[in-house]
């Protein structure tokens, strides 16, 4: 029998039905921060006012706080705590309740509330830190005027950050010294911050449209100064952008970032003070590849505009979450299409979406944009609410035209201004302004699971009509579904002419089946259809003979021709991972005239010869075994390279006249294409890619270079690839972001003996599970390589199983991210899925769960 004091108590959910407005709120707080790591006093004064006609107390959440007085108006009184909450009962419309308390950053292992890293202190708020630093009502619906002292060791934390603006400072007692900030915007304690410790600035200045002068700060330590070039210009990019899109100037006289190198997520929007993890900061041609280059610019261009959606105008509850992190998110994409390629930028995202959202969507974790429950909500920083969150506001954009989504934005601002609201709100907002009906749009907030289109094209009496029909299969909690709005671009190319016979419309779906007619089309028609992926769905195309092949080389919408190349290969793989013949000759045929055109970018052809990843086929199939994906891809691969191998050479050789100092869409796009065409000529000739990528590992002039060249000898194995890994290493051995990269390429070689190696690399002395970038390296790395991850005999599984427990002992919300790939094993053939089951069964009897992996456990078994 279960002793009833060590049963496991089932975490309880929390219910977006079950939203109340606060009973108390705080509309100023005073802190005092004594730093030390070791222990850190914390004294808080807040001012509280009784929210609304209501005898309640106040209630304060608090989590490993040391409780060292508490005094309401000035009085001293003895603490009652309930549910882990400090209840303080008051009888007034408004009291003053200080309270000072003692913590412990040096042994805070969670990385949430104030923590050590690297010699810094810093602190993570969102969603639930604060109540880790002080008592308070942790809920983001409770805005306050922050004041904030900071006292420390001179040496050892010269450099003392807050939010807003600094107002004061001096010396204190016994080698301290001491700051004051204070921020005139209210705002919900998840954006508050500080930053401690002995760091090096690269200052500039930026002037707003209204003549506002803003002093801009990347801090970082002294010796990664040089490479916050790259940053420093995005944000300026960014800070200009915002005026020019979306009418929105920055409002604070200081804007300061912070690089640190242990953190759970990628950056925080913190006001006037974002916290980076480093990877996203610091880069420079030694050290960062292109991707890295493009990755900070986009996360610099995400927190700098969640100053607007998401600081001035902020969420009611987390349930909200998609508001802020949707709507930015579809700022930064826009941003980066601006600053760049429309096309690849958007290839780049709807690969993202399939390979991270869609399995979600179709997974025991599926949750709808805005999720109804939660157990912990960290799991709920998901690809649903940030990228398909912003593919619900791309849509919007799309269906309200630019001018009234520009409308609806500007009112949003400003009804919403220095407000906690909902994504209600926000489609209010957007139809007031537009005078659009979204009532049935609202569905793409509730209803989870991507939905599928069929579309059909018949041509008949001078006229085309198109039949579509719609359908989105359940999910957990949600049996039935309603149809959806779907916008979809629409174009009819004439099959002789090449021309558009029909220009592009939208076309609304909103029934379950809809038949549009297109009149005056005589020339036999090519559908183009979802141009741009103007929606998130699934397309089922029924095609003509040959029609994929004609749009793969004339289709007007790059996306929509990068979509007809990405259809006809997985026609083909599906085939072949039936049992079926694969037809490699169109595919190849499609990827000549591609990588011979003279009109396509290099970007755009590098693109176009990725075949669908293994992921995304497994997601196609009821179910699979990973290694028939593996192979018959694989064998595509090896077709396409020995057929093309002449082109590709070329094409190859072509591409090493990339400047290595240029990080402009022509050189990055041909730095792509080189390692696109070393990946095709390794599949067709191991040997030949042998020498080829050895060569250039030597050659590299840049880290794209060397990275994807030792990424492919690392996969064709054999002495040259040992030698590279241990130069790589050597050369790197002191730039911890760099040998992430070194985990990484070695957990991602698409082999049976991967999990050996991964093994072993977790007894390296440079591997630590306390860091999150490295775990990720490692563990994140080899759980996205499905052949190596679902080895038949389940080492791959009970591994990371391992890991999982392991980490959850020190970081529980880094540990939970880990869950998902486990969850997978409905799509798996049976023999695996029952490994997968048993690997989960076995993190969930573990004692001492958290509710981060308990949650994501529990809910992946179904
Ligand atoms: N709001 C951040 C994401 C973030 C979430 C949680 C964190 O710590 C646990 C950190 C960052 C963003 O969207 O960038
Ligand atoms: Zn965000």
Known sequence: MLDIRTAPVQPAAIHRADYRPPDWLVPAIALEFDLDPARTVVRAR?????????????????????????????????????????????????????TEVAIRPQVNTKLMGLYASGGLLCTQCESQGFRRITWFPDRPDVLSRYRVRMSADRQRFPVLLSNGNPVDGGEGPDGTHWAQWEDPFPKPCYLF???????????????????????????????????????????????????????????????????????NFGAMENKGLNIFNTRYVLADRETASDADFDAVAAVVAHEYFHNWSGNRVTCRDWFQLSLKEGLTVFRDQSFSEDMGSQAVE????????????????????????????YIEITNFYTATVYNKGAEVIRMLRTILGPDDYRRGTDLYFERYDGQAVTCEDFVQAL????????????????????PTIRARLVQEDGAAVLHLTQSTPPTPGQADKLPMVVPLRTALIGRESGREVAGEQVVLLTEAEQTVRFEGVTEPALLSINRDFSAPVIMQVERAAGELEALAISDTDSFARYEAIQELALRELLKGIGGGEVQADPVIAALRSTLLSNALDPAFKADALILPSETMLAERLDQSDPSVVHR??????????????????????ASSRADPESLTGEDKGLRRLRAATLGYLAAADPERARALAAAQFDAARTMTERQSALGMLAMVGGSEAEAALGAFYERFKGDPLVIDKWFGVQASVAAEDTIERVEALAAHPDFTLANPNRLRALAGSFAATPFAFHRADGRGYEWLADVILKADAINPQTAARFVPPLGRWRKVEPGRAALMRSALERILAAPGLSKDVFEQASKSLG
């Open 46 to 98: 807040l001012e509280v006012a009784r929210n609304g006609e209501h005898d309640r107390a106040l209630r304060l959440d608090g989590e490993e706080l040391e409780l060292l007085s508490l005094a309401v108006d000035g009085q001293a009184v003895d603490p009652q705590f309930e549910d882990g909450q400090l209840v303080v009962p008051l009888t007034g419309a408004s009291a003053v309740v200080e």
């Open 431 to 450: 139809e007031d302004a537009s005078g659009h009906d979204l009532t049935q749009f609202r569905r793409w907030y509730s209803q989870a699971g991507t």
């Open 193 to 263: 911050a500080l930053v401690a410790g002995e760091l090096s600035v690269n200052r500039d200045s930026f002037t707003t449209a209204s003549g506002r002068e803003v002093e801009l700060g990347i801090w970082v330590r002294e010796d990664d100064l040089a490479k916050t070039g790259h940053a420093m210009r995005a944000l300026k990019d960014s800070m200009a952008w915002d005026e020019r899109t979306y009418g929105r100037e920055y409002d604070l006289d200081r804007f300061n970032i912070v690089a640190v190198s242990d953190f």
């Open 346 to 373: 958007r290839i780049d995202q709807v690969r993202t979406l399939r390979a991270a959202q869609f399995p979600e969507d179709a997974g025991p974790l599926a949750h709808p944009i805005r999720p109804d429950s």
């Open 632 to 653: 018959v891809r694989d064998d595509l691969r090896a077709a396409i390279g020995t057929a093309l191998r002449s082109e590709l050479e070329d094409a190859y050789a």
